[in-house]
């Protein structure tokens, strides 16, 4: 029936979109909102894994879609943490003139290094939580998440079109100067390219799986995020503006200067 493909189908896309506009709009406030904004999506985390832990044993309907939310939920931690500025890396300062090749690609990776870490040790307690679980859809739709997230990074880093500095809040604004603009980069097109392959992969699991089924919903869920992750990045290099995506969501916070990206070089700068 329709409805078992348009109801994950509208669920993934809204999730999406909801959940990083708030993040967004959150991350817009003054700064002494933080703690709290920071506080709260520790306690809805926290949650998350208690739902998780849950229904990892249950393969309802139900029980597909608190995974994915509890997956989308345990993200938001990292990501908030990172965006708030609480834990970011060692380097919290713009690229110096000059640096180029491998002493740019270590001053970018240290400018989010604890955040990466801590991306790490929430997969590996997801892992742990789920292991030999019949429902480990939480656990997936995280490393969705984590993984094109970071090839996002590491194509604005070596060079994109459209680097969205409007994304950034004041407080990160340093982190623009270790982006790129360039019209294409070599990891853009295998970045593309295997997120689609997932992406058909899952929908075809999706389409062979008995319709309305835990098994249907959630290979449609994970197939819509995968390619809603291959939409940001076409984002990246599409002459169109994603900013009119989360408007809503910037309008909590002051317009300010962001650093000047580096320009197009050689490609091991």
Request: contains cysteine.
């Amino acid at each position: 029936m329709l409805i078992d493909v348009a109801a994950p189908v509208a669920a993934a896309i809204v999730l999406w979109w909801a959940s990083t506009g708030i993040i967004l709009y959150l991350d817009g406030l003054p700064h002494n909102t933080f703690k709290w904004s920071m506080l709260a999506v520790s306690v809805l985390g926290f949650g998350a894994f208690l739902a998780i832990a849950y229904a990892r044993h249950e393969t309802t309907t139900l029980a597909t879609y608190v995974s994915f939310c509890g997956g989308l939920l345990i993200w938001a931690v990292p990501t908030a943490a990172f965006y708030f500025g609480v834990v970011t890396g060692p380097r919290k300062t713009g690229l110096p003139q000059g640096v180029t090749g491998y002493a740019r690609f270590r001053a970018a990776v240290e400018t989010m290094l604890y955040h990466e870490a801590l991306c790490v040790f929430g997969a590996v307690v997801l892992a742990i939580l789920l292991w030999s679980a019949t429902n480990q859809l939480a656990l997936w739709t995280y490393l969705v998440l984590w993984a094109m997230h970071v090839s996002g990074k590491l194509n604005m880093y070596f060079g994109v079109p459209n680097l969205s500095q409007e994304f950034l809040p004041p407080h990160l604004a340093y982190l623009a100067s270790y982006m790129r603009t360039r019209p294409m980069n070599l990891l853009f097109p295998l970045s593309v390219s295997c997120a689609t392959i997932a992406t058909a992969v899952l929908f075809a699991s999706a389409w062979t799986a008995p319709a309305g089924s835990s098994d249907a919903v959630g290979a449609t869920l994970l197939g819509v995020l995968t390619a809603l992750a291959v939409l940001e990045h076409w984002l990246l290099v599409l002459p169109l503006a994603p900013m009119a995506l989360w408007n809503w969501s910037l309008k909590s916070r002051p317009s300010a200067p962001f650093p000047t990206p580096t320009q197009a070089g050689s490609p091991g700068e």
